[in-house]
């Protein structure tokens, strides 16, 4: 069994999510928890956020056990981008790609196969 949680469009780019998604991938759930508490930046609080819905999701939906749960799958897609433009030289325009991602977790029981 397994619970997953799903954060779309969030406004920032997928390669500075999924360097923390690495971190814990794999991971304990409490683990995770801990890695993503005290990993500096804005991405880690937008998974830890995905992260503490899945567990959420696994507890109250699934009645699954909280201290047997692992982070099986941690990916940071690529959304839409938003295209705006600034003044740019000589009267010209410069690009500005505003980047989102989709950012989805997957928790699954330890032990689930002994039962």
């Known amino acids: 069994m397994e619970a997953k949680a799903v954060a779309k469009y969030v406004?920032?780019?997928?390669?500075?999510?999924k360097p923390v998604a690495d971190l814990v991938r794999g991971k304990d759930l409490d683990e995770?928890?801990?890695?993503?508490?005290?990993?500096?930046?804005?991405?880690?609080?937008?998974v830890e956020k995905v992260v503490l819905s899945a567990a959420a999701n696994a507890e109250n939906n699934n009645e699954m056990n909280r201290d047997n749960l692992y982070v099986a799958e941690v990916y940071a897609n690529q959304g839409p981008t938003m295209k705006r433009w600034r003044a740019g030289a000589r009267g010209g325009v410069s690009r500005l790609l505003k980047r989102s991602s989709h950012i989805g977790v997957t928790l699954k029981e330890r032990g689930q196969d002994e039962e």
């Open 11 to 17: 406004r920032m780019s997928p390669s500075k999510i």
């Open 32 to 46: 995770a928890l801990t890695i993503l508490k005290f990993t500096p930046g804005k991405g880690s609080e937008l």
